[in-house]
Structure formats: C-alpha cells, structure tokens
C-alpha cells in the first residue's frame, strides 16, 4: 500500500493537473455509479452514459477549476491571519455557486436539454443543491484548508465528494426519468 502511495505522490509531483483532473473525473463517475446502483437501484438498468457524462465533467472542468481555485486561495490567503476561515467564506460565496451553477448547466446541457428545459433545471435543482452544498462544504472545507497540504486538498475534497457525487447525481438526475 505505502508503495503504491509514493506511485501516486510521483504522479502527482510530475503531472498535477492531469492526475487531478482523472481522480476528479473517476471520482464523479463513481459517486454517479452509487446513485444509480445504491440509491436508485437500477441493476441491470445502470446507463454508462450517464457515467461517462459525470466523468467528462469531473475530468475537463471539476479537477482543474478545483487546481486553479486551491491555488488561488493559497496564493491570496495562504500566509495571512485566519486564512483558513477566509479561504472557507472565499470558497463558499465565489467558487460554490459559481461551480454548481456551471454543473446544473452543462449537465443538463450534456443530456440534450434545451435552452427552456436548461432554465426549469436550474431553477428546479439550483437551491436545493446550494442549500445541501452549505450543510456539507464548510466544515469539509475548514478541515481542508487548515489541515491539509496545497497539493493533498484536490485529493481530500475528492474523497469528502465521493458521497457529495452521490448525491449531486441522485439530485440532477432523478427528475429527467420522469419527463
């Protein structure tokens, strides 16, 4: 195990967006994969193209925008007093909304949505998704920024995401099975 440790450490030091973004995509994927056979239910009914829809969003926007956001944060907060608590409010009033805003819309978009039926999801999951984001992220999110290494945060919001993909998949995509 510690082998295999060091293995991704050396990935990670050599290429930091690229692992990033693929533990991202295949972190999304899988919490997807639990909502659909956990949570749904679907057995023999599991859609990999759904998989595959919350890969390609974890892998092309999820890993680098987080990358890009964490050192953002680290750069303007990282060495000033309570930088935890500011990175935490920073996180939550910029990068929260805006991301989830991005994920309602391309996820919907992805599944062929138009314009019109793009506006009723958002309007329908937007709220609800941000009011879930604020009982789970804060407190994720100080553990992350007071605790955890600049190049370990990607890595640790991924696991604390792996239960949030759940839900974030379960949430977008429950109502499209009954339209």
Not at 150 to 175: G, I
């Amino acid at each position: 195990m510690a082998g295999i440790w060091r293995a991704y450490l050396s990935v990670l030091q050599k290429y930091p967006l690229r692992t990033l973004a693929l533990g991202t995509g295949t972190i999304m994927m899988t919490g997807d994969g639990i909502s659909q056979m956990v949570i749904e239910k679907k057995g023999r009914n599991y859609d990999p193209v759904r998989g595959i829809r919350f890969f390609g969003f974890g892998f092309c926007i999820g890993g680098p925008w987080l990358r890009g956001w964490y050192l953002f944060l680290d750069r303007i907060f990282g060495r000033t007093k309570f930088a935890a608590l500011k990175m935490v409010l920073a996180d939550q009033t910029i990068f929260a909304p805006t991301f989830l805003f991005t994920f309602v819309t391309v996820m919907s978009a992805l599944r062929g949505q138009s314009v019109d039926e793009i506006k009723g999801t958002i309007k329908r999951d937007y709220l609800p998704i941000m009011e879930t984001n604020y009982k789970v992220w804060p407190a994720a999110q100080l553990v992350n920024f007071y605790f955890v290494p600049m190049h370990h945060r990607v890595m640790y919001v991924n696991f604390v995401a792996l239960w949030w993909n759940t839900y974030l998949a379960w949430r977008s995509e429950k109502f499209e099975e009954k339209s």
